[in-house]
């Protein structure tokens, strides 16, 4: 089936800029979507990126997408101790949505 | 307020139960479905219904069961024959807007076997 893939850890320095990445197999997916996952509660829709773009940028946040590669990233400007959260990649990919494992980012002061 | 409900936060079984999370979404959405989250595995889909009165099987649906009686509704039961029950469930709903769909999360249920 339909993967899609991500390290499990990152720490930054709070101010620093984070980037989380991911890869995907589905190079139809038409839809790229990133979540946040606080502790202990449920996943909040943080953006998300149309196939036929190559960057969305919303606030802090700047979603890239390299479709040839098939990897998309997530970077957060100036990242503060309430971004602390796991990310999730997901994809559409028939008809369903596909997660990544997630991943923990962390801050440092 | 618009959303999803699940409940309990914490539910715990003993060997041999069946126990049944509750999930309730206002939303007004057609599809839902449930996940299973365990440490370092991301989100694993359980099952789905598109439609009320209509469900499948996701990737891991050994082991559980659900009803799709009301739009509102998508309680899911963990049976005896789920061998490793212990995780945060999460369900969600959806809805689609062309090709794009956009999931909403209830708060999760956290499963613990006594």
């Known amino acids: 089936g339909e993967d899609v893939e991500q390290s499990l850890f990152l720490s930054v320095r709070e101010g620093d800029s984070s980037v989380i990445n991911c890869t995907y197999t589905?190079?139809?997916?038409?839809?790229l979507y990133w979540y946040k996952q606080e502790p202990g509660a449920g996943l909040q829709l943080l953006t998300y990126i149309f196939s036929n773009m190559d960057m969305k940028q919303d606030q802090r946040l700047t979603v890239l997408l390299n479709k040839k590669d098939k990897h998309l990233s997530l970077r957060i400007a100036d990242t503060q101790t309430g971004d602390s959260a796991i990310y999730f990649c997901?994809?559409?990919?028939?008809?369903?949505?596909?997660f990544g494992s997630g991943t923990r980012l962390s801050i440092r002061p | 307020d618009g959303g999803i409900t699940q409940s309990p936060k914490y539910l715990f079984r003993k060997e041999g139960q069946n126990v049944t999370l509750s999930c309730e979404q206002n939303?007004?959405?057609?599809?839902m479905y449930w996940y299973r989250q365990d440490p370092g595995q991301g989100l694993r889909l359980i099952y789905y219904?598109?439609?009320?009165?209509?469900?499948q099987k996701g990737d891991i649906a050994e082991g559980y069961s659900v009803s799709r009686e009301k739009k509102e509704s998508f309680p899911l039961t963990v049976t005896s024959a789920q061998k490793n029950p212990t995780a945060f469930y999460l369900c969600a709903s959806s809805i689609g807007e062309g090709n794009k769909e956009t999931q909403y999360f209830g708060p999760g249920t956290r499963l613990l076997v006594l």
């Open positions: 589905d190079s139809s997916s038409t839809y």
């Open positions: 997901a994809i559409d990919s028939a008809s369903k949505i596909i």
């Open positions: 939303l007004n959405h057609d599809a």
């Open positions: 219904s598109q439609i009320v009165n209509d469900f």
